[in-house]
């Protein structure tokens, strides 16, 4: 239901822009989570249904853009001058309606299988 695409590798200062199909989940509030090797997942960047309300951690803000085309049913997570701390697992989630805590794994109903990224020094 949810398909993400677009990792590879990548030399630090480099980009790369993730892709998120989400079939049938046009008008649903969308997240992006990593996990690098050894840690948790963690929360990346969301992008409300409408797309008119983004929200970024501080160590990806300025460099990482999230957006999206409902038209598509796609969602797209811009990354820019990429560091090697940026390595990890990309995942897409999704949510029909968020209670607010949208940085929190459970507030998603619908995950995607995750896309790699790696960031070479």
């Known amino acids: 239901q949810l398909q993400a695409s677009g990792g590879g590798l990548v030399q630090a200062g480099g980009s790369l822009r993730l892709s998120c199909v989400a079939s049938?989940?046009?008008?649903?509030?969308m997240g992006w989570f990593r996990q690098a090797p050894g840690k948790e997942r963690e929360f990346v960047a969301r992008?409300?249904?409408?797309?008119?309300?983004?929200y970024y951690i501080d160590s990806v803000k300025g460099r990482f853009t999230t957006s999206r085309d409902n038209a598509r049913n796609t969602v797209y997570l811009q990354m820019n001058s990429l560091k090697p701390e940026d390595t990890a697992i990309y995942y897409c989630?999704?949510?029909?309606?968020?209670?607010?805590?949208?940085?929190?794994?459970?507030?998603?109903?619908?995950w995607g299988q995750g896309t790699l990224v790696t960031v070479s020094s």
């Open positions: 989630a999704a949510v029909r309606f968020t209670s607010g805590s949208y940085y929190r794994e459970s507030e998603y109903d619908y």
């Open positions: 049938g989940r046009t008008f649903y509030n």
């Open positions: 992008t409300s249904s409408s797309g008119g309300s983004t």
